[in-house]
């Protein structure tokens, strides 16, 4: 499980992932929790509520793990140019 955050580029794509499923879960819940909230149900509407909540959030930790990839991938290329093994 570790060795999978050990490599930047795959964190990066990760990172990616997040921020854009984070995106699409707050466009939905915002269309389907204040747009379309006379044609949901209440277990539907709380659903649509809480992807409004959960979508802020996936963003907030992609965009976390997209800076920590970078700046891993900056230091990489910071230590390969002084001829450090990384």
């Not at 204040?34 to 409004?52: D, N, R």
């Not at 990489?76 to 093994?85: E, N």
Request: glycine fraction near 12%.
């Amino acid at each position: 499980m570790y060795d999978f955050f050990e490599n930047p580029h795959r964190v990066l794509k990760l990172s990616h992932l997040l921020l854009i499923g984070g995106l699409m879960m707050l466009l939905v819940g915002i269309i389907l929790a204040y747009g379309c909230e006379a044609y949901l149900k209440l277990p539907e509407l709380i659903g649509a509520h809480a992807m409004t909540i959960l979508g802020p959030t996936a963003i907030k930790l992609g965009y976390v793990m997209r800076l920590l990839a970078f700046n891993r991938l900056r230091l990489d290329g910071i230590a390969q140019g002084y001829g450090v093994a990384v």
